[in-house]
């Protein structure tokens, strides 16, 4: 496992980014999202190392407290200008960028802020955000069941209600959302993320991602998505609807690829991580190059 002397800071206009950093070649940016820490990609990066690339895990901002800044907000605009103030931070002039969960929003809305800073991007679990309206009561019905955490953050106990029991709610939404996915992994996993959220300032930043919901969204990170993507959802992910992640493919400008994994729910990469890494691998020799 990563352990912690793996991971060095850089500070770049006053927000500090916790990462590992390996590999020589092309830079990719793997980026988690909730409730994970960037543990999680260690496999992934070690194949992608292999293959001729340069990884970079970073810590979501707030899910380290280095990276903690006081009053900066998690609107969508913030979040896409995190994802290439890192680039910035790290002297890099362009890179591809893997996300999960929140992290897909972070690629997302950086490919769409500064187009020219981004190779290629790789969203997992979360389609476009602009394909996220139900055009039918079964369709919301369905994601409001999935993802009706987004309500529970909302309510002001919303932190003391996480931390009770041992972070028992984290641990139900792992099996709520990826129900199949069992053995050391996960549980190495959930582990950590534990112990991350264990932290109050940590936990309380995790929510606000969903606390600032309700932000009104700057047109800037919905703009057309100029690079090729390689879109990645669980068959059984938010009831199977594959909807928004069609839908999507229309809003790549260079063209995009839907991969599904039949049997994982929300972590499809960490799921089935081999063949997630064989086609996130192709991809990259494909479409961006080692």
Request: aromatic share 10%; hydrophobic share 45%; with cysteine.
């Amino acid at each position: 496992m990563l352990a912690d002397s793996s991971f060095e800071n850089v500070t770049h206009g006053g927000q500090t980014w916790r990462y590992s950093d390996s590999g020589r070649g092309r830079p990719v940016v793997l980026i988690h999202g909730f409730p994970d820490t960037p543990h999680s990609y260690e496999g992934i990066a070690r194949a992608l190392n292999a293959a001729g690339y340069r990884t970079i895990l970073p810590y979501l901002r707030g899910y380290h407290p280095d990276t903690i800044v006081p009053g900066r907000p998690y609107d969508a605009l913030h979040l896409a200008e995190d994802a290439i103030g890192l680039l910035d931070a790290l002297d890099l002039k362009s890179a591809v960028l893997v996300g999960h969960d929140w992290g897909a929003t972070l690629v997302y809305g950086g490919a769409a802020l500064a187009p020219e800073r981004v190779d290629a991007i790789v969203p997992i679990a979360i389609p476009h955000p602009l394909t996220l309206k139900p055009k039918s009561a079964l369709q919301a019905m369905g994601l409001l069941v999935m993802a009706r955490h987004f309500l529970y953050f909302q309510l002001p106990w919303a932190e003391a209600g996480t931390r009770r029991g041992d972070l028992a709610y984290i641990e139900a939404l792992y099996q709520r959302w990826a129900p199949d996915w069992a053995g050391p992994e996960r549980d190495a996993a959930l582990a950590r993320v534990k112990e991350a959220f264990a932290n109050p300032k940590v936990l309380s930043a995790a929510i606000d991602y969903y606390r600032a919901i309700g932000t009104k969204v700057d047109r800037r990170v919905l703009a057309p998505i100029a690079c090729r993507g390689l879109m990645v959802a669980g068959g059984k992910d938010f009831g199977g609807h594959l909807g928004p992640y069609k839908k999507s493919l229309a809003l790549f400008g260079g063209g995009a690829e839907l991969m599904v994994i039949p049997e994982a729910g929300h972590w499809p990469h960490r799921e089935n991580e081999p063949l997630f890494t064989s086609n996130l691998v192709n991809f990259l020799r494909r479409e961006a190059g080692p």
